[in-house]
């Protein structure tokens, strides 16, 4: 969960180098999600992540002297947010990426502002549909048509790894404004309703895993990469990188720290070129150049705005969502 928040005059050098350290995080996550399901299959993958995850957050609450939430109703509402915000989109970007490059399903998170809206809107009424919002959400929609390249035929393994990865964001559609209209309000702090979130994710992988998956395999049975690159998704992509979100929103303001939205496919483009020479046609960068103008618009990003907060200001999920 994040505040509104708009520090007077803050710095550029007090929040640029972790704006940029938690771009490069999330935008790596997407290579990390790729090394892991070589080995792991996507269930077993996401319970490793989520558990350490859990167990990174737990520390820094005992370090900060926060605790886990205790109203039963505030548990109750997190077993929805756990399933649609954490287990059934890391899951469903780990099948994606079974088929598709790495930076292609970064590309697909960034969709997620585009389909917290119109459920926003339309189901949970936490927001309202304007003008401006509605012209971003068309240019996101022609996005999406530009990068799955619908001129060239629907079918095969490839454009069903990328409905998949559309599939995870739509899961942070449902989770966000859920979280917004449900959860937001309590008293507890955004690092203490993550640690709880994560948890009753880690039991419900605990239980749908061994039932679809079977047994995890034991760690020491996995190679070296994978193993670095669960404790990388965990450990920093879930645990670290929230903690530095958290600081970029105090330092930086809630806008302002949002638009890390931005950076995430443009490290996920750069890493999975890089580290694993993945290639995409020309449609697909085009197409995720218009899906952020699309989302630019949709958040008052471009030309004047009000002062009121934008869409990803009031709706940044509690969990890093897709990384």
Same mark, same amino acid.
């Given at each position: 969960?994040?505040?509104?928040? +708009? ?7 007090? !929040? ?36 350490? %995850? ?13 605790? &886990? ?5 505030? !548990? ?88 998949? @990865? *559309? %599939?995870?964001?739509? @899961?942070? %559609? ?56 669960? *404790?990388?998704?965990?450990?920093? %992509? ?37 580290? *694993? ?24 990003? &471009? ?9 990803? +200001? ?10």
């Amino acid at each position: 969960m994040t505040v509104d928040i +708009t520090p007077d005059r803050a710095s550029v050098r007090s !929040w640029l180098p972790g704006f940029i350290a938690l771009g490069v995080i999330w935008g790596s996550s997407f290579l990390f999600i790729k090394v892991g399901v070589a080995e792991l299959h996507p269930l077993h993958l996401t319970l490793y992540r989520v558990a350490t %995850g859990a167990a990174t957050l737990l520390v820094v609450l005992a370090v900060l002297r926060d605790r &886990l939430p205790r109203e039963p109703r505030v !548990w109750a509402h997190l077993v929805v947010v756990a399933a649609f915000g954490v287990a059934l989109p890391f899951t469903l970007f780990g099948f994606g990426e079974q088929r598709v490059e790495s930076m292609l399903a970064g590309i697909w998170n960034a969709t997620t502002p585009l389909i917290v809206l119109p459920l926003a809107v339309l189901v949970f009424r936490t927001e309202r549909l304007t003008v401006r919002r509605a012209v971003g959400l068309g240019l996101g929609f022609a996005g999406v048509l530009v990068v799955l390249g619908v001129w060239e035929g629907v079918g095969g393994s490839h454009f069903t790894g990328q409905l998949m @990865c *559309l %599939g995870a964001a739509a @899961c942070y %559609g449902v989770a966000i404004p859920y979280q917004k209209k449900f959860i937001a309000g309590s008293a507890y702090s955004g690092l203490s309703l993550s640690a709880a979130q994560l948890l009753v994710a880690t039991a419900q992988l605990a239980l749908v895993a061994p039932l679809v998956a079977g047994a995890p395999p034991v760690p020491t049975g996995l190679s070296a990469k994978v193993v670095a690159s669960v *404790l990388a998704l965990g450990a920093l %992509g879930t645990g670290l990188a929230f903690v530095i979100n958290l600081r970029n929103i105090r330092v930086a303001g809630a806008s302002t720290a949002s638009t890390v939205t931005y950076l995430i496919p443009v490290f996920a483009v750069l890493v999975g070129a890089v580290v *694993l020479g993945e290639r995409m046609n020309w449609h697909q960068p085009v197409g995720a150049l218009v899906v952020l103008l699309g989302v630019a618009v949709a958040q008052g990003m &471009l030309g004047r705005r009000r002062p009121a907060p934008a869409l990803a +200001t009031d709706t940044r999920p509690a969990v890093p969502a897709g990384r």
